[in-house]
């Protein structure tokens, strides 16, 4: 098994930052992708940006240039962070952070983290 606690979130201003956390624990072995979520009242869970266990990226259109997905290499690469920065009111959503066992056909999730954007 594998525990997610994600943090970090909470309200900021128009075109400022925030820092997203997941630290994952357990069975972290078996993860070679990370992932973070984000769900806002009315839509879909949508993809925000992931990370594999080599270091390969990728991030949804709506975020390119702006949010930045990294691992702690110090601990192992059990944590993984979301840099989030010009923050727009668009981007107001619970984040949750996703952890997935590829060769297990295993997937976790954290319980997510609100962010909310607003002036």
């Known amino acids: 098994q594998v525990k997610l606690v994600d943090s970090g979130g909470g309200l900021v201003q128009p075109g400022g930052s925030l820092r997203l956390s997941c630290a994952a624990s357990?069975?972290?072995?078996?993860?070679?992708?990370m992932s973070w979520y984000r769900q806002s009242p009315g839509k879909q869970r949508e993809l925000v940006a992931s990370v594999t266990s080599s270091g390969s990226t990728n991030y949804a259109d709506s975020v390119k240039g702006r949010f930045t997905i990294s691992r702690d290499p110090a601990m192992n690469k059990n944590t993984v962070y979301l840099q989030m920065n010009s923050l727009k009111p668009e981007d107001t959503a619970v984040y949750y952070c996703?952890?997935?066992?590829?060769?297990?056909?295993?997937?976790?999730w954290g319980k997510g983290t609100l962010v909310t954007v607003s002036s």
């Open positions: 996703k952890g997935t066992a590829t060769r297990f056909d295993m997937e976790y």
């Open positions: 357990g069975s972290v072995f078996s993860i070679d992708l």
